[in-house]
Nanobody
Framework: VQLQASGGGLVQAGGSLRLSCAAS????????IGWYRQAPGKQRESVAA???????NYADHVKGRFTISRDNAQNTVYLQMKSLKPEDTAVYYC?????????????????WGQGTLVTVSS
């Protein structure tokens, strides 16, 4: 599975951006897909994810402001970000949990796309 993230940029506080993550390869093995972010000097943290059953989960600090959605025909996941704050500034990474068959039967692995930078100015 390959993940290609796009859509980052510079936006003023209160503004909006939409990130896209296009998946390719064995996308049928993706169990969940979503976004993490990493701000300068901080650890990478979960932002939002959506499962194959369209169950969405959000980190508390983005609930009500960010919406994750998916277009199965395009194998693309979107993160609509509204009411952006300077503290949302970070590199955003697309992430997927992918089932991989192994000799023992199979296991779930983490796949990462390249990051896309979101900068929110005050």
């Amino acid at each position: 599975v390959q993940l290609q993230a796009s859509g980052g940029g510079l936006v003023q506080a209160g503004g909006s951006l939409r990130l896209s993550c296009a998946a390719s390869g064995r996308t049928s093995n993706i169990n969940a897909i979503g976004w993490y972010r990493q701000a300068p000097g901080k650890q990478r943290e979960s932002v939002a994810a959506i499962t194959t059953g369209d169950i969405a989960n959000y980190a508390d600090h983005v609930k009500g402001r960010f919406t994750i959605s998916r277009d199965n025909a395009q194998n693309t996941v979107y993160l609509q970000m509204k009411s952006l704050k300077p503290e949302d500034t970070a590199v955003y990474y697309c992430h997927a949990k992918v089932f991989v068959a192994t000799i023992e039967g199979g296991a779930e692995f983490d796949y990462w796309g390249q990051g896309t930078l979101v900068t929110v100015s005050s």
